[in-house]
């Protein structure tokens, strides 16, 4: 079995379809390429490649998480038609405080 393979030698998924969409969040401009995508899951501690990226950019497509727009002959931006979950433990903070007007700090 290869580094990064399972038993049935495909590849697992060590970087969740959540991370790639925080890097939406963390970046300024909301149109991304799959370089700049690959570039900020590293901020993270994340390593894809650029076509790993774009495959699962294209997988997230298909179920209406991001979408695309080609911007010339063999550019493609991607944006998060959807934001990040909350961790469990902001959730939950932010939950507590639907009905009060604290929202100072979370």
Do not use: C
Not at 62 to 82: D, I, N, P, Q
């Amino acid at each position: 079995m290869s580094q990064g393979r399972d038993d049935t030698g495909r590849f697992e998924e060590t970087v969740t379809e959540q991370e790639i969409l925080k890097v939406f969040d963390y970046e300024d401009d909301p149109v991304l390429t799959t370089s700049e995508v690959a570039e900020g899951l590293q901020r993270f501690g994340k390593h894809m490649t650029s076509e790993g990226v774009r495959n699962r950019l294209e997988a997230m497509a298909e179920t209406g998480l991001v979408s695309r727009k080609k911007l010339g002959a063999r550019a493609v931006g991607w944006w998060a038609e959807v934001a990040p979950e909350l961790d469990p433990e902001t959730a939950e903070t932010v939950d507590a405080r639907k009905e009060s007007d604290e929202w100072s700090e979370l």
